[in-house]
C-alpha cells in the first residue's frame, strides 16, 4: 500500500461509511435493510434477526460476482482494489444495520466509530487499547458515550491505517483469482470469512439486552 497517511486514510473510511451507510446501487441503506428485519415477526428476538442478516450478507460476499459487479460502480478515494472497497461497503451496510436492529442511532459518532471498528475484525481489541479505551467486561454502553471526541479521531485515524494494511492481504488473494475456478473460490471464502467476521464482531459491540432482562450484560463482551 503506498500510502496510509492520516489525510488519505479519513477519505477512506469517510467513504465506506457514508457508502455502507446511505447505500450504493443497487444496495439500499443500512437503515432500510434494518427495517426489513425489525418488520419481521417470524423473528422471536433480535438476536435472530442479526444472525439471520450475518447469514444473508455473508451469503453475498462469497458470491464474488456480486462484488465484482458493485466495486465497477465505485470509486475508492485511494489506490485499492474497488472490489476490496466494495466488500468493505457492504460489511459496513450490514455492521450499521445491526447496529440499528439493537437500537443505536446511526448518526451518533461513537456508533459511526465502531461500525468502522467492526470492519477491523479481529483486530478490535488492538485498536481499541491503542486508542486508549480500557476492554473488558466493565466497558458498558454507558462508559462508551463518555469517550471524549478526540479519543474517536485517534481511533478512526487507527482503524483506516488497519483497512489500509488489510487491503495488501486481500490484494495478495486478488493474485489466485488468476487461476479458474479454484481462484474464485478462495476469493470468494475470504470474503464470506471477513464479513461474517466483521458481523460478528457488530453483534458483541452493538449488542444490547432483551427487553424484560433483569440482569442486562455490559455493551462489550471481549474475551
Not at 456480486?66 to 450490514?94: D, E, K, Y
Not at 487507527?158 to 476469493?187: E, H, M, Q, Y
Amino acid at each position: 500500500m503506498e500510502s496510509t497517511e492520516p489525510g488519505t486514510t479519513k477519505e477512506l473510511t469517510s467513504y465506506i461509511l457514508n457508502k455502507g451507510l446511505d447505500g450504493v446501487r443497487p444496495l439500499s441503506s443500512a437503515t432500510y435493510l434494518a427495517e426489513q428485519y425489525l418488520i419481521d415477526q417470524s423473528y422471536s428476538s433480535n438476536e435472530q434477526r442479526v444472525k439471520a442478516l450475518i447469514n444473508w450478507e455473508t451469503s453475498k460476499n462469497f458470491t464474488t460476482g456480486f462484488i465484482t459487479g458493485l466495486g465497477g460502480v465505485i470509486t475508492m478515494p485511494i489506490s485499492i482494489p474497488s472490489a476490496v472497497g466494495a466488500s468493505w461497503i457492504l460489511q459496513a451496510r450490514m455492521s450499521g444495520a445491526i447496529a440499528r436492529i439493537y437500537g443505536h442511532d446511526l448518526t451518533d459518532d461513537r456508533v459511526r466509530t465502531f461500525i468502522l471498528l467492526s470492519l477491523a475484525g479481529d483486530s478490535t481489541n488492538e485498536l481499541l487499547k491503542a486508542g486508549g479505551i480500557e476492554v473488558g467486561k466493565k466497558l458498558t454502553q454507558r462508559a462508551i458515550a463518555q469517550i471524549p471526541g478526540r479519543m474517536l479521531i485517534e481511533l478512526n485515524k487507527a482503524i483506516g491505517a488497519r483497512l489500509a494494511t488489510k487491503a495488501c492481504d486481500r490484494g495478495f488473494v486478488n493474485l489466485t483469482k488468476s487461476v479458474p475456478l479454484t481462484g474464485g473460490l478462495i476469493g470468494g471464502l475470504f470474503d464470506a470469512t471477513t464479513c461474517r467476521i466483521a458481523g460478528r464482531t457488530a453483534q458483541k459491540l452493538f449488542k444490547t439486552p432483551e427487553t424484560g432482562n433483569p440482569n442486562p450484560e455490559p455493551l462489550f463482551l471481549f474475551p
